[in-house]
């Protein structure tokens, strides 16, 4: 069984900056990628960010040069910076794991809530 836990989200100035953290739990996390997604009011949840086991990252258009991805295999932690922060980047911001070879089935966190003022 895996279980996300999120951290660090809160209330910003435009402009400002966050690091959202992502501790997992279970023994097959190491091996797989690991994903940021965030669901802005009345909004789908799309893809934010996702990093590889080899840390090989993708960043949304609407974040990149702004956001970046990491992780800590040894702690079973990613991390999420955010820089320039926007309005629009208002969501509650969700980590996941996918299902891969090494998981049966997607795993979510329970989100944490950015807000930006204006």
């Known amino acids: 069984q895996v279980q996300l836990v999120e951290s660090g989200g809160g209330l910003v100035q435009a402009g400002g900056s966050l690091r959202l953290s992502c501790a997992a739990s279970?023994?097959?996390?190491?091996?797989?990628?690991m994903a940021w997604y965030r669901q802005g009011p009345g909004k789908q949840r799309d893809v934010v960010a996702i990093?590889?086991?080899?840390?090989?990252?993708y960043l949304a258009d609407s974040v990149k040069g702004r956001f970046t991805i990491s992780r800590d295999n040894a702690k079973k932690t990613a991390y999420l910076q955010m820089n320039s922060l926007k309005p629009e980047d208002t969501a509650v911001y969700y980590c996941?794991?996918?299902?891969?070879?090494?998981?049966?089935?997607?795993?979510w966190g329970q989100g944490t809530q950015v807000t930006v003022s204006s």
């Open positions: 996941k794991i996918p299902k891969s070879w090494a998981n049966p089935r997607d795993y």
């Open positions: 990093i590889s086991v080899t840390d090989r990252t």
């Open positions: 279970g023994s097959i996390v190491s091996f797989t990628d």
